[in-house]
């Protein structure tokens, strides 16, 4: 599955195993899920904050942008994984390429892994 892994300096989209164990390790600990609108959705540490993970100013931005329940005054701490949401059945899915997109025209630049 190809997602989008939102560091708090870079972005890097990479094909990984879409399964709990791989998504649990590329936010370093446990997960929680926050939909960015019907085709999308970031994970993030679950306990970033608690852990003093580093600040995400791009997971933040892209999380404002799609009103996605974060308070303004909040923010993601670590490392964050954007796949894409199938309108079927909810199955994780490759990010799709209007996120990208989206990411770009945020200003920020999307590397390939």
């Not at 600040?55 to 303004?72: F, K, V």
């Not at 796949?83 to 799709?96: L, N």
Request: aromatic share 4%; glycine share 10%.
């Amino acid at each position: 599955m190809r997602i989008a892994k939102i560091m708090p300096t870079r972005i890097t989209l990479m094909t990984v195993d879409g399964d709990l164990t791989t998504l649990q390790s590329l936010v370093g600990g446990d997960v929680q899920w926050i939909p960015l609108g019907d085709d999308s959705a970031m994970y993030v540490n679950e306990n970033g904050r608690y852990l003093r993970m580093p600040e995400n100013p791009i997971a933040t931005r892209l999380c404002l942008h799609y009103r996605a329940g974060l308070d303004p005054e909040d923010a993601i701490a670590g490392p964050a994984v954007v796949v894409g949401v199938s309108p079927h059945d909810g199955a994780e899915v490759d990010c799709p390429d209007t996120v990208v997109r989206t990411i770009r025209a945020l200003g920020f630049t999307v590397n390939d892994g």
